[in-house]
């Protein structure tokens, strides 16, 4: 039994939910989140990791999409510049698949729909004998966008709203959700130990992605306003196709495009697929057909061919969309609709649909919503502050010079993940080190107990999944041997962490 009445639960620990909490807890709201896996497990781990507009849904119609996501560009590279970074795109040209007057048109509104304060205007390539692409494809365009560290974003609004003191369980399935006296009164189990306790609230927010409509019929027991629609989306990763910066968006012949995206120094992501699924959410694989599918949207348009033995890591995940009738997989719209249930007495908040890059408007028009229901709210906030470890008051470049100078027997690029996964966060584990034997044991690729100790204390880590595949995407490159090393080393610790 929790006693404690907060003014929101939330349900969900997806980039959603997180960013509705941190919102919540800094507008001096108290705030209970569950998530039923580890953060980040489910479909904002597994996105094509982008902050973008989405120029592909201009053709589209979706105008007001575009515009709120590239205004949205800007505010996350400049609150969360260690987990985003501007990247150019190339857009070969195939005649046959758009004209050229057609993506000149999309690019110029592309550039004009969102501010654009630090990120290049688009322009047109030509391509030489140095192109990684097929000699046929001789021209194309090029345009700005962001990447981002998707699982790392959803743990730093977690660290924002625990900041604020928001209470964050993870492993923690709400399974009913009822009226009570005017309060949302919820049932919560722990998935290892089954146990349950209860906890209540003046609103529920459903952040539950793909499972929102199961969660209102089967925990809320009411009616979802809007069905949704999942769609599966699958990548692959394999060894680097090219040595340039830039990533590719390729356009097939089914009028799709395709992402190739420079990923972790050593590799190329591609993807993504647009697949109706019908099965419970949950874990997602990818099937033969996408995998086949995304290799030959690849060796279409670059010199270097890879195969399925080529493939490193695959990942899938289900998009909630809220079905508006396409008949097109890829055609369904990628905005988000908010709906307010006030017809038991204490709101139910849902959330369908969503993209990342729009996840803290998302939450400011969330906020907006609860406001009639909470006379303390202050005001919204998050536009203008920095998420945890996206402090650079001098900028990322002088904060990594000044760690290169205090830590010069750590590699360069040791230093640069941590900048990259931490940003000024990882002074908290280096406080304490003046030698690289200071950094513990090292578990392989540069994985150091330094580093464990603080993303167990911090950052929710019980597990090596948690912390090669989602805290970091170390799993990449860890043997069999060194991740068994790991979870021995991870068990000791987590007895020695307070129940
Ligand atoms: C293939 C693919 C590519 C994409 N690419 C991009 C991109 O490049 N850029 C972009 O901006 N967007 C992209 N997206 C969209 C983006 O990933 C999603 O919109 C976003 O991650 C959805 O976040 P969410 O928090 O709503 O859902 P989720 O991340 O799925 O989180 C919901 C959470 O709720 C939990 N939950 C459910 N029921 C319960 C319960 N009863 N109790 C407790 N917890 C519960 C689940 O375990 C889950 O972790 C992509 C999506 C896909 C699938």
Not at 311 to 335: H, K, M, Q, Y
Request: net charge positive; proline share 4%.
């Amino acid at each position: 039994m929790n006693s404690a009445i907060y003014d929101i639960i939330v349900i969900g620990g997806g980039i959603n939910g997180a960013g509705i909490a941190a919102d919540a807890a800094g507008r001096n709201l108290s705030v209970y989140l569950c998530e039923q896996d580890d953060f980040a497990a489910a479909t904002s781990s597994a996105s094509s990791k982008l902050i973008h507009g989405g120029l592909r849904y201009l053709e589209h119609g979706q105008f007001r999409l575009v515009h709120e996501a590239l205004k949205e560009r800007e505010v996350l590279l400049g609150n969360a510049s260690h987990l985003i970074k501007p990247l150019r795109f190339t857009l070969p040209h195939r005649p046959h698949l758009r004209p050229s007057w057609m993506i000149r048109l999309g690019l110029f509104l592309y550039d004009r729909l969102g501010k654009r304060e630090t990120l290049a205007p688009s322009r047109r390539v030509l391509f030489d004998e140095h192109s990684p692409l097929k000699a046929s494809i001789r021209q194309g365009f090029e345009y700005a966008d962001c990447t981002v560290d998707d699982a790392r974003l959803v743990i730093c609004n977690l660290l924002a709203a625990k900041e604020r003191g928001a209470s964050l369980h993870k492993q923690t399935r709400c399974i009913q959700a009822k009226q009570v006296h005017g309060l949302w009164r919820c049932i919560m189990q722990e998935t290892d130990s089954g146990r349950r306790h209860e906890v209540s609230a003046k609103a529920l927010v459903n952040a539950a992605g793909p499972w929102v409509a199961d969660f209102i019929k089967q925990q809320a027991q009411s009616h979802s306003p809007y069905a949704i629609r999942l769609i599966k989306g699958s990548h692959i990763v394999v060894p680097r196709l090219y040595d340039q910066e830039h990533a590719f968006i390729l356009q097939n012949a089914d009028k799709r495009v395709v992402f190739v995206i420079p990923y972790l120094d050593h590799f190329s992501l591609i993807g993504t697929t647009d697949v109706e699924y019908t099965g419970k959410p949950g874990r997602v694989t990818i099937s033969a057909a996408e995998t086949k599918y995304l290799l030959a949207v690849s060796n279409d348009y670059f010199k270097q061919q890879r195969t399925a033995e080529d493939i490193v890591w695959r990942f899938s995940g289900i998009r909630p969309l809220c079905d508006d009738e396409s008949d097109n997989p890829a055609a369904i719209t990628r905005d988000y609709t908010l709906t307010l249930d006030e017809s038991a007495g204490a709101p139910l908040l849902s959330v369908f649909g969503g993209k990342i890059t729009t996840y803290r408007r998302l939450a400011e028009t969330a906020l907006a919503k609860l406001r009639p229901y909470f006379s303390h709210m202050t005001n919204s906030w998050t536009r203008s502050t920095p998420l945890p470890g996206g402090d650079f008051p001098q900028g990322k470049a002088h904060f990594r010079q000044r760690l290169g100078e205090d830590f010069p027997y750590l590699a360069d690029s040791l230093l640069r993940r941590y900048v990259d996964a931490y940003g000024t966060r990882c002074r908290l584990f280096l406080e304490d080190v003046n030698a690289i034997q200071d950094m513990g044991q090292h578990f392989g690729h540069q994985l150091y107990a330094a580093e464990v100790d603080y993303l167990v204390k911090y950052e929710w880590v019980n597990n090596v999944d948690d912390l090669l595949w989602r805290r970091s995407k170390l799993g990449l490159f860890m043997n069999a041997k060194q991740t068994q090393a790991l979870q021995v080393y991870l068990t000791e610790q987590q007895k020695k962490q307070p129940s």
